[in-house]
């Protein structure tokens, strides 16, 4: 019997519609250290330039699952109270694979003595692709729409957001995929679905930083996601360093999973985390659960 790779996909999909139509942007664990991917505003923001790369491997066990890598360089300028930064991810489900890139710009002010806002704007480009050349039929399941070797549509992308922070608290919203553009060429068969068209991602993101004493803070946060059409899913977190230098957490992803994080951080330069993700749908029958890698450098203060 031939190998249904398409069918595999296509079943994943519409048994779990919701959780996949949530991460037509890229999902991360980690994602409080690098909210700039969350949040446009957040470049210039921090008085230093930083670089964070992502490796997500997603519900391991399953066939065509999630693949999720990004890297993203963001910082301030030296002389003004502006920010600029970029981003690339790619994102591979089977066959499909989405490729975004863009640059950002941000200016912030101070509001009074303690806290400042920022508002952020970033425009790129968003490549859709579909691989037919991986895609195997039964000669009864096979449909003529379907391509038969690689095609891909680039559309227009853009974002925004508005980030307010002090130097224990910070609180931000944004809107992803502000342009809606189509992306498939096979809109007769996604337009059922609703997955031909970029839709828009609203995050709403706070969080704050607790001394302890001199050795412990605690860090929590949330982060709350709208996607259109009405589908809302939550991200509750707690983080505890040691000495500035190594950390651990637990966080809580509404209807999706648990997860465990660690991370080190070298003379305040490398970083490294470690997520595990303990899926709690019932994608745990068939998943041993998630993986996310993090790396990060941090450059000399520049301001």
Do not use: C
């Not at 890229?26 to 446009?40: A, G, H, K, R, V």
């Not at 605690?218 to 991200?235: D, H, M, N, V």
């Amino acid at each position: 019997m031939k190998r249904l790779k398409f069918i595999i996909f296509i079943t994943l999909s519409l048994a779990f519609i919701k959780p996949i139509n949530a991460q037509q942007a890229p999902m991360y664990t980690q994602y409080m250290f690098n909210d700039y991917l969350i949040n446009p505003a957040v470049a210039g923001t921090y008085n230093h330039f930083k670089i964070r790369a992502n490796t997500r491997i997603q519900w391991i066990g399953i066939t065509d699952a999630p693949r999720t890598m990004s890297i993203a360089g963001y910082g301030p300028l030296k002389e003004r109270d502006m920010g600029y930064g970029g981003y690339i991810y790619n994102d591979v489900t089977g066959p499909e694979s989405k490729l975004s890139l863009g640059g950002s710009y941000a200016y912030n002010i101070a509001i009074n003595d303690e806290w400042r806002i920022s508002g952020g704007l970033s425009l790129g480009m968003f490549q859709y692709k579909l691989d037919g050349t991986s895609m195997t039929f039964d000669d009864e399941l096979y449909d003529p729409v379907m391509p038969g070797g690689v095609e891909s549509k680039t559309v227009l992308d853009a974002s925004a957001g508005i980030y307010a922070y002090t130097t224990y608290y910070y609180a931000g919203i944004s809107t992803h995929q502000l342009l809606g553009n189509k992306y498939s060429k096979h809109e007769e068969v996604d337009s059922a679905q609703g997955i031909s068209r970029l839709t828009q991602h609203v995050y709403l993101a706070g969080g704050a930083s607790f001394i302890l004493n001199r050795d412990f803070a605690i860090s929590p946060s949330l982060l709350i996601k709208y996607t259109s059409p009405g589908l809302i899913q939550a991200e509750i977190n707690a983080k505890v360093t040691y000495q500035r230098m190594v950390w651990g957490g637990l966080s809580y992803r509404t209807g999706d999973a648990i997860a465990v994080m660690a991370g080190y951080n070298y003379e305040n330069k490398i970083i490294i985390g470690l997520a595990y993700d303990i899926t709690v749908s019932d994608l745990r029958k068939h998943s041993d659960g998630t993986i996310e890698v993090m790396i990060g450098y941090r450059f000399n203060n520049i301001k």
